[in-house]
């Protein structure tokens, strides 16, 4: 049996978009799972292998990328760099969902090509976690010839993801409408290109294609990185109940526009965030950080609830048990604090002051990862292990 307990919490930040600020001051994790949270006294009964003292600090669940386009392991060809994912890490990314591997050198993109590549993707994720990140790999690129068979196939493999409809060559809602219900028939959760062309042989898809198209979720809503007008934004608030996805490599006008009118509509529980990452834009290792401090600081939400898009939002939409602090929830946590300087005085009043805040622990599954972000500022406050 492993023990941490993390005390002297100043804010938990819970994750739960209904409630995204919880009370306690510690947290007892066993074995990696959230076993309780309150007071000092939780950590009295038991007695812990480590014990992790925040300082009066923020703790926020590990945060979420949807957004990834990973080939195998650590490292991508798109921008030829190695150690991406654990730099993101390094930015309070602990989990990682793949919208496909279109990078992959030579990628197949026939039927029997694609399955193998989202197999691969999958196993190999599953076997390794590249960086120290709960990637989830091996969404499939849709691909004209695929039958109903191979999506039966891939989930009895453990295959769940569709990726971006739109990166292969099934493009046209009524081509790709059925395979996403023989995906959905076999349990997986489907992602869809929004917006205009961000690379030579993506495609331009509008708010209609993805309604006619009905996946789970609207990948860059703020586009990739050429958004939909406006009016196609309202149409699929106002219009559909899918997931809305903003990106750090879109367009941040639009981003602000879908918070403020998903605020209104009372539809901020199907906001979720992603980095898009490693794309034209490159590889940003505090993207979703930094879109969580865009969203805090410029538009009509709070930084805790800002913080809820890339962890609780994205783990209920994708039915993964992390992103949010309760008992029995996988223990992944980011303390940080206000980083040095900020006029801000803790992290979410560093946020809505549109400042990246420092990060002093990542912990993944109950083992504290690093010490020391690489990456973000130093921590007003730093968290010990004692
Ligand atoms: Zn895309």
């Known amino acids: 049996m492993s023990v941490l307990g993390i005390k002297n919490i100043g804010t938990i930040v819970s994750g739960d978009i209904e409630k995204p600020v919880i009370e306690g001051s510690a947290i007892l994790v066993v074995d990696g799972k959230i076993q309780k949270i309150g007071s000092e006294d939780i950590l009295e009964s038991v007695k812990c292998d480590k014990i992790i003292d925040a300082n009066g600090t923020t703790v926020m669940p590990g945060l979420i990328d949807s957004h990834v386009h990973p080939v195998l392991g650590d490292f991508t060809p798109r921008q030829n760099t190695v150690g991406f994912i654990n730099s993101s890490m390094h930015g309070g990314v602990t989990t990682m969902i793949s919208a496909g591997e279109p990078h992959t050198p030579g990628r197949p993109k026939d039927a029997s090509g694609t399955k193998a590549l989202a197999l691969l993707g999958h196993k190999s994720s599953r076997n390794a976690r590249p960086g120290g990140v709960k990637l989830h790999g ?25 990726g ?121 290792p505090l993207g979703i950080l930094r879109t969580i401090s865009y969203v805090a600081s410029e538009s009509e939400v709070s930084g805790a609830e800002a913080i809820c898009f890339a962890t609780g939002n994205t783990a209920r939409t994708y039915g993964l048990d992390v992103g949010i602090i309760a008992e029995g929830k996988e223990g992944d946590f980011v303390i940080l604090d206000a ?17 990246i805040p420092g990060v002093s622990m990542v912990v993944i599954d109950g083992e504290v990862m690093f010490t020391k972000s690489r990456n973000t500022p130093p921590p007003t406050r730093k968290a010990q292990i004692i």
């Open 138 to 162: 091996g969404a499939l690129i849709l691909e004209k010839g695929l039958v109903e068979k191979d999506f039966e196939d891939l989930a009895a493999e453990g295959c769940w993801l569709v």
């Open 164 to 284: 971006e409809v739109g990166l292969g060559s099934v493009k046209d809602p009524a081509e790709a409408s059925v395979m996403v219900q023989w995906a959905k028939k076999n349990g997986f959760k489907v992602m869809m290109h929004t917006g205009g062309t961000s690379i030579p042989g993506s495609s331009t898809i509008t708010a209609e294609d993805v309604m006619k198209t009905n996946p789970d979720v609207v990948s860059h809503i703020n586009g990739g990185p050429t958004a939909i007008p406006l009016e196609e934004v309202d149409k699929l608030i106002n219009d559909t109940d899918l997931a809305l996805e903003l990106v750090q490599c879109g367009n941040y006008k639009v981003m602000k526009y879908t918070v403020n009118q998903a605020k209104e509509k009372g539809s901020l529980h199907r906001i979720i965030m992603g980095n898009d990452s490693p794309s034209g834009s490159g590889i940003i």
């Open 339 to 355: 980083p040095m300087g900020s006029v801000g005085d803790d992290c979410v009043k560093a946020l809505e002051a549109g400042d």
